[in-house]
């Protein structure tokens, strides 16, 4: 959502969190899937990839069925882009309005996926990693609604924008006594320690560029860890089109508003698609083939 700095360049860059282990995670970030594989395929049209998932079962976790979908498009980085900025410009969405709804989103994943009962800890403990754009501000408000769904956030914001909107969900989440850490455990071994689960929400989809510090020393500690990720639209590190060379491996991907083509990558348990709000007319524009959400729910399970 929106354009964020690169932290290499100065370019502008999108975007678009006693301790119980998570069944399926192994050391080092990596990951098993439970009940099945899903099926990438590449179609015409626009150079996108398209991902057909194949009907799953849950590990225990969450759904107790995985809402199969068809043809739905995985986008590339300028199809991300334009999409965003189409939204923005022609539609009239607010940043701060896109920001509440995806952060409500990856919220409601989570909370799917690891239920507070499902988990050893009450409230269940989570580390949100935010970066400097708005990737991070959407981990301030999954954040926010986590500590509402019973849970107890924990946020890494290491770098944090002059900019009123920052400001003030820095505020809110401090306003709900959600704590701000200081600095960054140094080893993957004190965050398996201390938290139940991880939230990735650094960078988005335009990143482009070096990774640099802090978020280097991040996300090596990141590959480390034994908890599960959970990691907002994008895994940090990876390329936004071509996926991981050997970043993290999250459990859980929230993809917002459409996936983006390094999901067809991703070997995690979980992937949700988040975002209730794209008009019908943008999503013929684009052809995106969202899938329909049940209900009143702002999340679709994809795998």
């Known amino acids: 959502m929106g354009r964020d700095p690169d932290l290499k360049t100065g370019r502008p860059d999108g975007g678009g969190a006693g301790v119980g282990r998570h069944p399926g995670v192994g050391a080092h970030g990596n990951t098993r899937r439970s009940g099945g594989v899903a099926s990438p395929r590449t ?27 068809s043809a739905v498009k995985y986008l590339s980085q300028e199809e991300a882009q334009a999409v965003d900025q189409e939204l923005f410009n022609e539609y009239q969405f607010s940043v701060d309005q896109l920001m509440e709804l995806a952060g409500l989103s990856c919220a409601t994943a989570i909370a799917k996926a690891y239920p507070p009962t499902s988990l050893s800890r009450s409230p269940p403990t989570v580390l949100v990693i935010c970066g400097p754009g708005n990737n ?11 500590k509402l769904f019973g849970y107890q956030p924990t946020i890494y914001y290491p770098k944090r924008p002059n900019k ?5 969900l820095v505020t809110q989440c401090q306003k709900m006594d959600i704590p701000f850490l200081g600095e960054m455990p140094p080893e993957p071994m004190l965050i398996d320690e201390l938290y139940e689960l991880v939230v990735d929400a650094i960078f988005g989809f335009s990143f482009t560029g070096e990774v640099r510090e802090p978020f280097r020393s991040i996300l090596s500690v990141l590959n480390g860890l034994t ?13 936004v089109e071509k996926g991981s060379s050997g970043g993290i491996q999250p459990d859980l991907l929230i993809s917002l508003t459409a996936p983006k083509k390094s999901a067809t990558q991703f070997t995690g348990r979980y992937h949700y698609l988040g975002g209730r709000f794209v008009p019908p007319a943008l999503e013929k524009k684009y052809q995106l083939n969202l ?8 999340v679709y399970r994809l795998q």
């Open 164 to 168: 009123p909107l920052f400001t003030a």
């Open 43 to 69: 179609a015409s049209g626009k150079g996108a990839t398209w991902w057909v998932p194949q009907r799953l079962i849950s590990g225990g976790r969450g759904d107790s069925e995985v809402m199969a979908s």
């Open 291 to 298: 899938p329909p959400y049940p209900d009143t729910e702002c």
């Open 136 to 146: 991070g501000g959407d981990g301030l408000v999954c954040a926010r609604h986590l």
């Open 227 to 239: 908890v599960p990720i959970a990691s907002i639209d994008i895994p940090s590190g990876w390329d």
